[in-house]
C-alpha cells in the first residue's frame, strides 16, 4: 500500500482541518490514507514502501479496527449477522500482481471483491492542493466498481491474479448464519510473501495403522520446509463430529484458553512413531480418567483447564507420522493436518480424513451349569461374561461368589435388566428373586491392582451350598503370653454351620515379610496343594451361638527362635475349601 510518512502526518493534518471547517468528527486517519494518494502527483514508485510497510506492522494501531488491509499482512477481524463490512486497499500501478484470501472459521462467509478507478488527478490547475475532501469521499462511495470475484461459503477461498489494474480495491464480507470471527490477507508481491506454507503434491492424510484404540498417520511434508528450508511445525485435530477447513475453524470451536500440547523434545527414547497418548473421556467420567490433559502431561506443559471431549489439538513439530492413542474402540474419528509457518503463524491445511477404531474383541460366553462350580480367570482390568439359563421354572436363584485374590466387580442381569452391582472380596451369596424361561448375563470386571481368580456357582436350588460359610473376621490370632520356644496358641472364628478346619504350618525366614505375605493369599488354593509334613491337624467345629463360636489349638513340635507361617483352610459339604488370612508368628529364642 503506497503511503510515505509524510504523507501519514500529512494526512492527520488534514483531519484536524476538516474538523475545523467541516465539521467532519468521524472520519479517521485510515480512511484519509486511502484517500491521500488520490490527489497526490503522479509518482514512479515500487508497489510496496517495505521499510514502510514493516513501521506500519510494528505499529499495530495503524491497521487495528480499522478498514485497510495494509499490504503482505493477514488481518484478523469480527462479524456481527447481517452486518456487512467493507475492507479498502490500493494498488497504483497497472499490471500489478495481486493475491487475496479470506479465511473463514465458524461460520460460512458471503464475500466480494471489487475495484473502482482512482479519481482523476485533483484540480488547481497544477497547483497541487488537493480537492476537498467530502467530495473525494462522495467519488469513492458513489461508486460501486467492477466486481472481480464472489464467493460464498466456509471454505479458505483465493483471488489470484497476476496482472491487476490500478484502482481503488473493496472487499465487502458478509455473515447470514451467526457472529463469526474470520481473517483476510492481501498482497501485491504474493511471489515473494508466501506466508502460507505450501502444500505437497499429494496433500492427503493417509492412515498407515488402525487398532482397537489407536491410529497411526502419515503425510508428505511441506515443500516450504523440505525446500524453502523455512520453519514449519504440524498440528493435528482429532474430532468426533467433523473435519475441519482451518485452523481458525479450530480455534474457534476450542476455547481461547485452551492450551495446546507442545512436541516432545527428543532424547535418548525419541522414535518418530512416539505416542501422544490422548483419548477422549468417557460420557460417565469425563476429565477423571485416561483423558488427553492426563496422559498428555508426560510430554510437554498444558495449562488448559477444562479439556474438550470431542475435539482436541496436539502440535508435534516437525515429524510427519503420528501415532493417536487411547481412542476408544468402534468409534470414527476425524483427523485433520495443518502446516504451521512458525514465523508467520499463518497455517495451510492438509486434505482430512476419517477413520473408525476396530471394535473390541468379542468375549466368548462362558455357560454355567445348575449347581455346578466354575473356575474364571480375568486379566488386570479384564472383563468376562458367563450365563446361566435354568432349564426348569424357578422362583429364586442363588449366585454364590468366592473372589481368590482382589475384590471383582459383578453385575448380574435377568434378560437385559439390571439386577446386580456389587464389588465381592472373599466369598459372598446372593439370592435373586427367579422368572419362568429367563436367562442372566453375568458380567465379572478384574481389579486394577492384577489379574482376578474366581469361583462361581449359580443354582436355582436353594439349599445346594457349595462353599462353606465364612465369619466375617477370617484373621487368625496369635498368643504372645502362651508363645513358647516349641509351640505357639492361636484362634479363629466359626459360624454355626459345622464345617472342617484343618490347620498348616511352613517354616519362612526372618526376614519374610507382609509383602510376600500377600503375594501368596490366592484363597482358591485349598489343602491339596500342601505338603502333608506341613499339616498340623483336622477337626469339625461349630455353635449355635454365634458369640461363641471361637476355637483354640497349640501347634507343637516347633524350633526356638523360627518364624512359621500358619493357614487355616474350612472346607465345605461341597468340598470346596476357602482359606483364612495367614498369620506369622515366631517362637520364643529363650525359655
Not at 492424510?205 to 523455512?230: E, F, Y
Amino acid at each position: 500500500m503506497m503511503v510515505r510518512e509524510s504523507q501519514v502526518s500529512r494526512s492527520c493534518q488534514l483531519v484536524s482541518e476538516c474538523e475545523g471547517k467541516h465539521e467532519m468528527l468521524l472520519l479517521r486517519c485510515p480512511l484519509l490514507l486511502l484517500l491521500l494518494p488520490l490527489s497526490s502527483r503522479p509518482q514512479k514508485l515500487p508497489t510496496r514502501d517495505e521499510e514502510l510497510f514493516q513501521m506500519q506492522i510494528r505499529d499495530k494501531a495503524f491497521f487495528h479496527d480499522s478498514s485497510v488491509i495494509p499490504d503482505g499482512a493477514e488481518i484478523s477481524s469480527y462479524l456481527f449477522r447481517d452486518t456487512p463490512k467493507r475492507y479498502f486497499f490500493v494498488v497504483e500501478e497497472d499490471n500489478t500482481p495481486l493475491a487475496v484470501t479470506v479465511t473463514p472459521c465458524d461460520a460460512p462467509l458471503e464475500w466480494k471483491l471489487s475495484v473502482q478507478e482512482l479519481p482523476e488527478e485533483a484540480s488547481g490547475e497544477g497547483s497541487g492542493e488537493p480537492e476537498p475532501l467530502e467530495q473525494q469521499k462522495q467519488q469513492i462511495t458513489n461508486e460501486e466498481g467492477t466486481e472481480l470475484f464472489s464467493y460464498k461459503g466456509n471454505d479458505v477461498e483465493y483471488f489470484v491474479s497476476s496482472s491487476s489494474p490500478s484502482g481503488l480495491y473493496q472487499l465487502d464480507v458478509l455473515s447470514t448464519e451467526k457472529d463469526t470471527h474470520f481473517k483476510a490477507y492481501a498482497t501485491t508481491t504474493p511471489e515473494s510473501d508466501q506466508p502460507y506454507p505450501e502444500l505437497p503434491y499429494d496433500p492427503r492424510i493417509d492412515v498407515t495403522s488402525l487398532g482397537r484404540t489407536t491410529v497411526t498417520l502419515a503425510w508428505k511434508p511441506s515443500p516450504t520446509a523440505s525446500l524453502l528450508k523455512q520453519p514449519i511445525q504440524y498440528c493435528i485435530v482429532i474430532s468426533k463430529e467433523h473435519n475441519f477447513k482451518s485452523l481458525c475453524a479450530v480455534e474457534a470451536k476450542l476455547s481461547s484458553d485452551d492450551a495446546f500440547m507442545m512436541a516432545p523434545k527428543p532424547g535418548l527414547d525419541f522414535s518418530p512413531f512416539d505416542f501422544a497418548h490422548f483419548g477422549f473421556p468417557s460420557d460417565n467420567n469425563s476429565g477423571k480418567e485416561r483423558g488427553f490433559l492426563k496422559s498428555a502431561s508426560k510430554f510437554g506443559r498444558q495449562t488448559s483447564s477444562k479439556p474438550r471431549a470431542d475435539l482436541h489439538k496436539v502440535c508435534i513439530g516437525n515429524k510427519n507420522i503420528f501415532t493417536v492413542s487411547d481412542l476408544k474402540p468402534d468409534t470414527q474419528y476425524y483427523f485433520d493436518m495443518f502446516a504451521v509457518n512458525t514465523n508467520t503463524n499463518m497455517s495451510t491445511a492438509y486434505v482430512g480424513t476419517f477413520a473408525r477404531t476396530k471394535e473390541e474383541a468379542k468375549q466368548k460366553t462362558v455357560e454355567l451349569k445348575d449347581g455346578k462350580v466354575t473356575d474364571v480367570f480375568i486379566k488386570r482390568k479384564g472383563v468376562k461374561f458367563l450365563r446361566f439359563a435354568p432349564v426348569s421354572s424357578h422362583q429364586k436363584v442363588t449366585f454364590s461368589i468366592h473372589s481368590c485374590l482382589d475384590a471383582v466387580q459383578i453385575q448380574v442381569r435377568r434378560d437385559g435388566k439390571l439386577l446386580l452391582s456389587q464389588n465381592v472380596e472373599g466369598v459372598r451369596q446372593f439370592q435373586l428373586r427367579g422368572k419362568a424361561k429367563a436367562k442372566y448375563l453375568i458380567r465379572l470386571k478384574g481389579s486394577k491392582k492384577g489379574a482376578s481368580m474366581l469361583k462361581i456357582l449359580a443354582t436355582t436350588r436353594p439349599n445346594k451350598q457349595s462353599f462353606p460359610s465364612l465369619p466375617e473376621d477370617t484373621r487368625i490370632k496369635a498368643f504372645d503370653k502362651l508363645r513358647t520356644c516349641s509351640s505357639v496358641t492361636v484362634a479363629w472364628l466359626g459360624t454355626q454351620e459345622r464345617n472342617k478346619f484343618c490347620i498348616y504350618k511352613r517354616e519362612v525366614n526372618d526376614n519374610y515379610n507382609e509383602e510376600q505375605k500377600k503375594r501368596e493369599q490366592n484363597q482358591c488354593l485349598g489343602p491339596d496343594t500342601r505338603k502333608k509334613s506341613e499339616k498340623v491337624l483336622c477337626k469339625y467345629f461349630h455353635s449355635q451361638n454365634i458369640q461363641k463360636a471361637v476355637t483354640t489349638e497349640t501347634i507343637r513340635g516347633l524350633q526356638p527362635g523360627k518364624s512359621y507361617l500358619l493357614d487355616v483352610y474350612v472346607i465345605g459339604h461341597g468340598g470346596h475349601s476357602v482359606k483364612y488370612q495367614s498369620k506369622l508368628v515366631k517362637t520364643r529364642k529363650f525359655c
